[in-house]
């Protein structure tokens, strides 16, 4: 897979360290690109130029790679990148940095963002995942499809502990994806038995998240509080 970063901060060269570990190619933009930049990710190839140009995007052969991820500080940079990939260069699909969670609003489809990321949201739903049991905790959004990934720690009392997974009826556009189960990740099948703490992961829509937390645990809450932003 090809992968062209924009923004070579310390959030983009860690993102092209962790790529480039998993043997895909990765091309870094900055225009603050030097010599000194470029040795704490030799591996990765790179482009000394302003992402926001056409002409930058041309070199950087936008037209050919299989992700932008906009990781600057900027946000408007990050729109901007996001916008050009998609209707400039038809690339597949768009990861953008969110900075200010208060512009978390804007990183949608209609600025070509296909999965928005925002650092304190994911960090908050981090801390969640690991200290609640029995809420649901959504860990992030897929802009463009409209979904969301959301976790529950299986409460005790839920009266899905010790049922098999194919008598599980789930509610409208949610699919469980995976379990974790003493730290060891599990695919589920119609035949698995759920566990009291089994960390469950769901991807499902936004208007069944409520159905979905009271159906495993009933009680928890009357309603999940929405975003704000």
């Given at each position: 897979?090809?992968?062209?970063?924009?923004?070579?901060g310390s959030v983009g060269r860690s993102i092209a360290r962790e790529l480039l570990?998993?043997?895909?190619s990765v091309l870094l933009i900055d225009k603050s690109a030097d010599e000194s930049a470029m040795r704490r990710v030799p591996e990765a190839n790179w482009l000394a130029a302003d992402a926001c140009e056409i002409d930058a995007l041309n070199e950087a052969g936008l037209s050919d790679c299989d992700v932008v991820v906009a990781a600057t500080g900027d946000d408007k940079v990050n729109l901007v990148v996001s916008l050009l990939a998609k209707t400039e260069f038809g690339v597949p699909r768009t990861?953008?940095?969110?900075?200010?969670?208060?512009?978390?609003?804007m990183f949608d489809e209609a600025w070509?963002?296909?999965v928005a990321v925002s650092t304190p949201r994911l960090m908050t739903?981090?801390?969640e995942e690991a200290v609640t049991v029995g809420d649901l905790v959504r860990i992030f959004e897929f802009r463009k499809g409209h979904a969301s990934m959301v976790e529950m720690t299986l409460p005790a009392n839920s009266p899905f502990v010790a049922g098999r997974l194919g008598d599980l009826v789930l509610p409208p556009d949610t699919v469980l994806v995976g379990i974790i189960r003493d730290q060891i990740p599990?695919?589920?099948s119609p035949d698995d038995t759920l566990e009291a703490h089994d960390e469950l992961l769901?991807?499902?829509?936004?208007?069944s998240e409520d159905e979905l937390e009271n159906m495993l645990s009933p009680g928890q809450r009357v309603k999940r509080p929405r975003d704000e932003d």
């Open positions: 897979m090809r992968v062209v970063i924009a923004g070579a570990y998993n043997t895909h990861v953008a940095r969110v900075n200010n969670p208060k512009n978390e609003w070509g963002v296909d739903a981090l801390v599990i695919a589920p769901f991807i499902t829509a936004p208007e």
